[in-house]
């Protein structure tokens, strides 16, 4: 009976779209079945910069089933000037265009789109389109890119420079401990499961309705709309279900481009799949350099902090993230400077992925504060604590919340930390080196204006729907829970509908900000629908509501009730009925609000938490196994604990990935990513995943968005690498500023004879 | 992926007769072959699917030993008893490579057969005399972590993938084969090849010919033995660098020791001299590492790869110590025995 409690915000229900993904139900881009369907396979360039002298397709066209091959020699029109190809989170800069013109950009460009009656017979031709390419030299060595290391003036909407303060410079060198370290990270691609793809049907009329895999099918509409100069109004994109994304599917790619390019060309249905190897030649997480330099006093006061670091975009695009700032906001110190820029490659343009800028700086960043509570001697926790800052240090702003000595408290406590001994190599067992390590993580708590619709119907069915995304983070698990919460229904009587661009407006699906913003909306229209149902209700006959207010009265069990007295009350579909109320449809949309805006400029809004690794490294031959992990998170209320714990879950593995795994690797001869496969390029399998134990610490905050939810998406990630980082020094006394740390970087004779 | 014609044998004869020509390729359990003909790295014009042909069973030879067809699955053979009591090393060896879907459809003559993972060798857009001859070797001044330390060849530095090779290599096996000149046996050591001035062979099979069976002699390793395999993730990845050990111990001495090393060539790696030294003494950290030099004797990195000797070294070491003291590196437990 107590529905409320059983599925509503705060309740660990099952993720509602789970049965229709085991059981293959869930449909994903590429399996929409379109009657006359045509295929289009793309074929990628050779070479990382110059120019197609020819582009020989009279072998693929004389095939039986070819329709046509597109190239930058026969392509339709499309928009001329770079904003018409601007999406919502393009970076400045010149977006890419497929074919285009004869120019290449980087190596695995699109070339050509070879369209054919069925999948197997354009795949073939495609194998027989052959170009000859006029070759400029290239560099897509990171390295030597950092003699073009630049600030271009115009800066990405979502970048936050660093803010100085006090004097870093002269603090580091008065310094009684410091250390300064160099770090690296390797490219990483996102490699979600789902290859992207578009299935683009024709519907006759000029109009299209696109199945793509993306995190915004707003953002691809809007996107289309203007590469194409179509009205926004004869494309609805839809993405129902997408398998992963992690930031890849934050901007249209150039599948979708094709596809539609193709489809309104041909005027039929086509669909176009990415291979594998294709998902190598878009989005990467940037390379990155950071020069961590920190000072403390002897008993491990900070003083010091200079944060600089540099990360990889195209030469055609201005990528940036917000790398350097995390450290400087999250420490007690009094000197803190930062320095950011980027540095030009001939590859595509890097793109956000989970985590932008804080998983790459705030992982060095932890990296090189274990590195300083060794050199003050202090454990690396305890020194933590010692610099602990209430507020955002940085910005000078409090935060509307901040648990991170909890979270540091109940990790520490669920890891047993206090049984480690300081000195690496101390705790050895057998052949076996361990190492615990710790790590701090924080992530930006963000709200985006979104709108969602309610329609209740007389039978008490409820649909909920925005144009969010759900990328297997939970958005229609939420959505339900948000639904329930605010009008008492089962999650049966609930359905939800998102992924399709027609829907009210919704964001991206980014930055974590999507519970959080899509949970308002939801709530504020089902709350909309109960002030109607409650009026309705009030005007029954013999009410037992007459005259009661919203809040004297609560929707439970398909029922409005007295809070008071709960055996007075009636049932919702009695009261549609009894007003002869077929439906109940309203749309309502969530934003920050003055009090919001003016709360945004006052205060801090970011998550935390406190990462907790053992390592177990063999002493001889340099085999790490990640055995344990804490991760305790400070993100506000939790919506649901299960879908919220699977976020963390996901984020840690992500983590070690980043720490162990992860390594797109370049010939920078021929200026290509080399290990372009799912064999080659390393994520963690089973065997190398053990205990991992999620903890969420109580932080409630009603300021940080109108649910008190911060988000989980990204948190996961943040700082874990470090953590790992941080115990296989522990372990092995070696510290492996380079990551992923691969078994090369720990056979020697440092680490063992 | 290319247009190909496809038939089905249904015996030997008709697939050595169906299977001649130089563009024709034997499908076994496709999970090699088919991944290279989708990235257009083979481009046969006819298909032979092997897979009705028989060969599928794992019998007693009549002068001892196991005689393996050449269509069990990887994952059937590495858990007949008779293999896992009396060859464990090759239980072992098989358990340690791929993923249970990958060793229930592998099978052992495709497992034979399995082509280099070099990056090059798979990507048409870079040049490799493997893929196509006389084109040069990328990999030599390129990406070559995962690449050949012993063996190499100016025109090839590639090594060979397979895990279960490497166990068969130091059991001695033999390899059956049928072609249109009829049957021949070809010792283990000379089946894989290295890579010289023609690394587009990988091994001595010619054309036409099939494998129908691989023979275990009869001979009891099964107390002493060890498969170390090192790689860049606890399962699921190719060797960077794997050892197996068998030994035959006669009290604290070691009577008979074979030493076969895995991704550090173009076949597995065995160095007669580096056996040789250990027959008779005692199972030592000084006679290991003594067997190591002997093994690695030559070895040159290629930049990316450098640390595989020392590794290598290392593993050579640690898998002796396994194999001498009966505690066999596990394939499920993946911390180091
Ligand atoms: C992702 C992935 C990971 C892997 N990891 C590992 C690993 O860690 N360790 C490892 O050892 N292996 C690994 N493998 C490789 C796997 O073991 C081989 O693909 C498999 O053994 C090949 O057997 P098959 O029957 O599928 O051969 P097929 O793909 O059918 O054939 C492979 C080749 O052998 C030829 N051939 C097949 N049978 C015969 C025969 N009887 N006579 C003559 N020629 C024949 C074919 O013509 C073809 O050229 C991995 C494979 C993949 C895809
Ligand atoms: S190492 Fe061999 S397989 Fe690799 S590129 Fe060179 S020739 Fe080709």
Redesign the interface.
Known sequence: MNVLQNVGIGSAINRVDGLQKVTGRARYAAEHPVPGLLHGVIV?G?IPKGRIVTLEDSEARAVPGVVEVLSHKNRPHVAWFDRSHKDMVAPPGSPFKALYDDKILF?GQPIALVIAESF?VA??AA?LVRASYEVEPHNTDFHKAQAERFMPSKKRDTYHPPKNRGDADAAFAAAPVKVSAEYHLATEHHNPMEMHASTVVWEGDGSLTVFDKTQGPQNVRDYLAGVFGMSASTIRVMNPFVGGAFGSGLRPQYQVYLAVMAARMLQRSVRVVMTR?QMFTHGHRPEALQSVQLGAERDGTMTAIRNSATTSTSRYENNMEDVVIWGMMNYACENAAGEYAIAPVDTATSTDMRAPGAATGMTFFEMAVDELAYAAGIDPLEFRLKNYSETDQMNGTPFTSKALREAYAEGAEAFGWSRRSQAPRSMKEG??LVGWGVATGMWDAMFSKTSASARLSANGHLEVASAASDIGTGTYTVMTQAAADTLGLPVEQIAVRLGDSSLPKAPVEGGSWMAASVGAAVQLACRSVAEKLLSAAAKMQNSPLAGASMEAVRFSGGRIALRDDPARGVAITEVMRASGTDVIAVEETASAGISGMISQMRKSRNTHSAIFVEV?V?E????V?VTRVVNAVAAGRIINPKTARSQILGGVVMGISMA??EES???H??G?F????Y??Y?V?????IHDIQVIFVDEPDPEVTPLGVKGLGEIGIVGTAAAVANAIFHATGKRVRALPI???KL??DTVAP | ???FSFTRANSVPEAVRAGGGADTRFLAGGTNLIDLMK??VERPSALVDINRVGLAGIEERPGGGLRLGALVSNADTAYDRRVAERYPLLACAILAGASPQLRNAATNGGNLNQRT?C??F??T??PCNKRNPGTGC?AI???N??HAILGASPSCIATNPSDMCVALAALNATVRVTGPDGEREIAFADYHRLPGDAPQHDNTLRTGELVTAIDLPDEDFSAHHTYLK?R???????A?VSVAVALRMEGDRIAEARIALGGVAHKPWRVPAAEQALAGQPASAENFDRAAELLLRGAQGQGHND?KI??AR??I??ALRQAAAGTPQSQTD???A
């Open positions: 990628s050779a190596s197997e795949r073939y194998s190897q052949r076996e177990r063999d001889e031959l340099g085999v196994r162990l795994h690797m370049t010939d001869r021929y290509r080399m290990n372009h496969n064999a080659e390393h963690p399998v089973n065997a190398d691969t078994i090369d056979v020697d | 992926m290319n247009r990235e257009n993972r990056y090059y798979y990507d857009a870079t990328g001044g390129g990406v972590r995962i090192l860049d993730r606890l399962s699921y990845a190719f960077l640390f020392g590794l290392r593993a070491r640690r993946k911390r180091i």
